[in-house]
C-alpha cells in the first residue's frame, strides 16, 4: 500500500494500491528465463514487431502488451498472457496468474448487475414517460372539451385512439422492462449462490493446504531425527570397521586363495575332457581300421580276388578286360499315369534279371586310409 500527496497538504493525501495482477507480473518477469522471453517474443510477433524487441525484458514485454491492449491489469483481463504461458509450457506460471483473477461467474454477475442497474433506469424513465402521457392526455382532453363543449372529446375518434395507443405501448414497455429486471435479479441471486459455493471450496482448499504444511512440517521434524540417527550409525560403524580391518583382509586372502584353486580345478576339468574326447576318436578310428584290415584279410585269402563295386561280381584284377562288367546305369521300378508297368529307367527292359545294358571295367571297392592326424600321432 502506498500513500501520495495532493496539493503538497496532509488533506489531500490519498490511497493509491498497486494493482495484484502487476505484482505477480512483476514475480513472473523474475522467474522467466531467456530462452523462455524469446519463445514469448515470438509467439506475439503478430502485435509487436521485431525491431521493438531488442534488448526487451520480461517487464517491458508486459508493459508493451499492455500498450497494445492485450492485457489489462485493471479490470484483470490477462487471457492472452495466460495463452502465451501455456505454450511455453509453465504451469506453475499459469496458475500463479490465474490467482489473480475473480471467479468464472463474478464478471458475469458484474454484467447482469450492471443490465440490472440500467433496467431500472428504463423502469424510471418508462414510468415517467407513462406520467408525462397520461398529463399530455389530460391537458388534450381539457382543450377538446374547451373547444367543443361538454362531450365533445368523444366526437374525435382518431385522437382518442392516438392517446390510447401510445398509453398502450408505454404500459407494455414498462412490463417488459419489469419482467426483464425481474430475470435478472434471479439470475444475480444465482450467481450469488455460486460465488457463496466457490469460497466455500476455496476455504476448504485453504484448509487441506493448512494441514498439507502440517504434515510437511511434521515430515520435516521426522526426517531430520533420522538423519541424526544414520550420522550416528555411521560412527558406530566407523569404529567397528577399524577392529574388523585385519580379520576382512584375512578373509579376503582366503577368498583368493579359493578362487584360484577354483580356477585350476575348472583347467584340469577341461584338460580332462579334451583328451576324453581324443579318446573317443582314437577308438573310433581303431574300429574303422579294424575293419578295413580284415577287409584286406578277405581279400588275401581269396587269392587276389575282389567284388566289383557296381555288379557285384568277384572277379581278378589281372583278368579284368573293357567290357567285364555289365550293369544297369538306371533304376527298376514302375512307370506310366498308373504305374502297373515295371521296367528298367535306362533300357526299358521289364526283366528283372535281365543282364546290364552298360558295359565297363570292374570298378574295385576303394577302402578308406587313416586319418593323417591319427597316423602322425601313432608314429611319432
Known amino acids: 500500500m502506498a500513500e501520495c500527496r495532493e496539493n503538497g497538504s496532509p488533506q489531500g493525501r490519498r490511497k493509491v494500491s498497486v494493482p495484484k495482477v502487476r505484482t505477480v507480473l512483476k514475480h513472473i518477469g523474475d522467474e522467466l528465463t531467456n530462452d523462455e522471453l524469446e519463445k514469448l517474443l515470438f509467439l506475439a510477433a503478430d502485435h509487436i514487431p521485431k525491431s521493438k524487441t531488442q534488448g526487451m ?11 497494445r491492449q492485450l492485457i489489462d491489469t485493471k479490470g484483470d483481463d490477462v487471457d492472452y498472457l495466460l495463452e502465451l504461458l501455456g505454450e511455453l509450457p509453465r504451469v506453475d506460471l499459469v496458475k500463479k496468474l490465474k490467482s489473480t483473477q475473480p471467479p468464472s ?8 448487475e450492471e443490465e440490472i442497474i440500467r433496467t431500472d433506469a428504463v423502469v424510471v424513465a418508462n414510468a415517467n414517460t407513462l406520467e408525462i402521457n397520461a398529463n399530455t392526455w389530460s391537458v388534450k382532453q381539457n382543450k377538446v372539451m374547451e373547444a367543443s363543449g361538454d362531450g365533445g372529446f368523444l366526437q374525435d375518434p382518431n385522437l382518442v385512439q392516438s392517446i390510447f395507443q401510445k398509453y398502450n ?11 426483464t429486471n425481474v430475470e435478472l435479479k434471479k439470475k444475480n441471486h444465482q450467481l450469488e449462490f455460486e460465488i457463496d459455493q466457490l469460497k466455500d471450496d476455496q476455504n476448504n482448499l485453504i484448509r487441506e493446504r493448512n494441514s498439507a504444511l502440517g504434515a510437511k512440517s511434521e515430515y520435516v521434524f521426522k526426517e531430520s531425527e533420522l538423519k541424526k540417527e544414520l550420522s550416528d550409525l555411521k560412527r558406530m560403524n566407523n569404529l567397528l570397521g577399524k577392529n574388523a580391518t585385519k580379520d576382512t583382509n584375512t578373509i579376503e586372502a582366503r577368498d583368493k586363495e579359493i578362487a584360484e584353486l577354483k580356477e585350476s580345478l575348472k583347467k584340469s ?24 584290415l580284415a577287409k584286406f584279410q578277405k581279400v588275401e ?7 566289383c563295386k ?5 572277379y581278378v584284377e589281372a583278368n579284368n578286360p573293357v567290357d567285364a562288367c555289365r550293369y544297369h546305369s538306371g533304376q527298376f521300378g514302375s512307370v506310366g499315369a498308373l504305374k502297373k508297368k515295371m521296367e ?3 533300357c526299358r527292359n521289364t526283366n528283372k534279371n535281365a543282364p546290364g545294358c552298360c558295359k565297363k571295367k570292374h570298378l574295385t571297392i576303394d577302402y578308406p586310409l587313416p586319418s ?9
Do not use: H
Open 57 to 67: 525484458n520480461a517487464l517491458n514485454f508486459f508493459l508493451a502488451l499492455e500498450e
Open 105 to 112: 461467474n463474478y464478471r458475469e454477475k458484474v454484467v447482469i
Open 169 to 179: 405501448d408505454t404500459v407494455y414497455a414498462l412490463e417488459q422492462a419489469n419482467a
Open 269 to 292: 576339468e577341461n584338460t580332462a575332457n579334451e583328451l576324453r574326447s581324443e579318446l573317443e576318436k582314437v577308438q573310433q578310428e581303431k574300429i574303422r581300421m579294424e575293419e578295413v
Open 301 to 307: 585269402e581269396d587269392n587276389g580276388r575282389v567284388t
Open 310 to 314: 557296381r555288379c557285384g561280381l568277384v
Open 344 to 346: 528298367w529307367s535306362c
Open 372 to 380: 593323417p592326424d591319427l597316423e602322425r600321432k601313432f608314429t611319432m
